[in-house]
Structures are given as C-alpha cells and as structure tokens.
T-cell receptor, first 111, second 114 residues
C-alpha cells in the first residue's frame, strides 16, 4: 500500500471546522483512502473512506483531489470529543493486504 | 456479538511467563488483525489472517510471538517468555474481505509484564 504523510499535530477551536490533510502521492488506482481515529485509551474507530469521489457521512467529509495525490478529512463542527489521533491510510481493502497505520495527526480541540 | 471482543481486558504477568490473549471477531468477518501499541506510541502491526490463506506474520517482533486462528473465527495471540518490553496494549480488529471494507477494533488487552 502507498505511503501517506500527515502533519504531526493540529489545533482547532470548538465549533469550527477541522481540516486534516493527507498526502499520498504514490497511491495506486485500486487503493482507497481510509481515515480512522483513536481517542485516548480506546481502540481505533473507522471514520470514512473513498476512492475518487468526495464522500460524506454523519461523522465527516472526505475531499480527494482529482489526481488522488492528496485528500482532506473535514470535521465540520469540531467538538472536544473529537480530540484524537487521526490516521490516513491508503489501502486496497482486499485479501492479502494488511492495514498498516502510520503516526497520524494529533488533533486537539479546545474551547 | 455486537463487536470485536478481546479478553482479558487487563493482564499482569511475571517476566518469563507465557501469556495468551484472545480475540473474538465479528461474526462473518474473514479478516483478522493483531496490533500492539506501547505507551504513547502508534499502532504496530503484528499479524494478519485472511480466510484460509497463510497469515501475514511480517510484523511479529520475535519468535516468542505467535498467533493462530481456529476455524476461521477466534484468534489467540501467544507471547512466550514475556519480557518487560512486551508491556503494551494489544489490539485486535476484524473486517470483511474485498474492496471497500472497514475494520472494526476491539478495546484491547493491556498487558503489563513485571
């Protein structure tokens, strides 16, 4: 799976949108962009994933550039409970490939 | 079950003892992962099971670590002759196979080697 690069940390004010970037310049055509987060002392939680098109669910939106070399996870109205480490992973999601986590971005939401 | 279940939730063991950690994946999930997370560190991939295929053991840190998955369901991670550096949270995840899938994680087993 392709390597991803994320900033080490980011801050966001409560109620504002949190925009978390991810670079995946070597992503291949059959790799999806997945986002997970890990709140302190909990197991990781799936957020969203996409291939080419932008995606939205109840948790977040995922914006993928047309060349697929980067993406942005958007939490539209960040709350204190969104403070977590956010992981961006390029993954084929099929047999024979393990899901490998990088260091992620530590998002701190403050009031 | 509703989600991935791991047991025990906490385990304290003496250095040199063997331990077994259990993971019950979500019913029907054919893929199962084990990870290790030391205090303040990221998720370290250990091993990946996919259906009847040979597991990907590339992340196991030493031959003291082994894992098996019986009947394509429950998995056991075994650590022999535990060392203090084995102290960590061990996380299990499961998923369906195929494209467009997401992994579901358990709450982990916190292992402390004293």
């Amino acid at each position: 799976d392709a390597k991803t690069t994320q900033p080490t940390s980011m801050d966001c004010a409560e109620g504002r949108a949190a925009n978390l970037p991810c670079n995946h310049s070597t992503i291949s055509g059959n790799e999806y962009v997945y986002w997970y987060r890990q709140i302190h002392s909990q197991g990781p939680q799936y957020i969203i994933h996409g291939l080419k098109n932008n995606e939205t669910n109840e948790m977040a939106s995922l914006i993928i550039t047309e060349d697929r070399k980067s993406s942005t996870l958007i939490l539209p109205h960040a709350t204190l409970r969104d403070t977590a480490v956010y992981y961006c992973i390029a993954h084929r999601g099929q047999a024979g490939t393990a899901l490998i986590f990088g260091k992620g971005t530590t998002l701190s939401v403050s009031s | 079950g509703a989600g991935v279940s791991q047991s025990p939730s906490n385990k304290v063991t003496e250095k040199g003892k063997d331990v077994e950690l259990r993971c019950d994946p979500i019913s029907g999930h054919t893929a199962l992962y084990w990870y290790r997370q030391s205090l303040g560190q990221g998720l370290e991939f250990l091993i990946y099971f996919q259906g009847n295929s040979a597991p990907d053991k590339s992340g196991l840190p030493s031959d003291r670590f082994s894992a098996e998955r019986t009947g394509g369901s429950v998995s056991t991670l075994t650590i022999q002759r535990t060392q203090q550096e084995d102290s960590a949270v061990y996380l299990c995840a499961s998923s369906f196979t195929g494209l467009n899938t997401e992994a579901f994680f358990g709450q982990g087993t916190r292992l402390t080697v004293v």
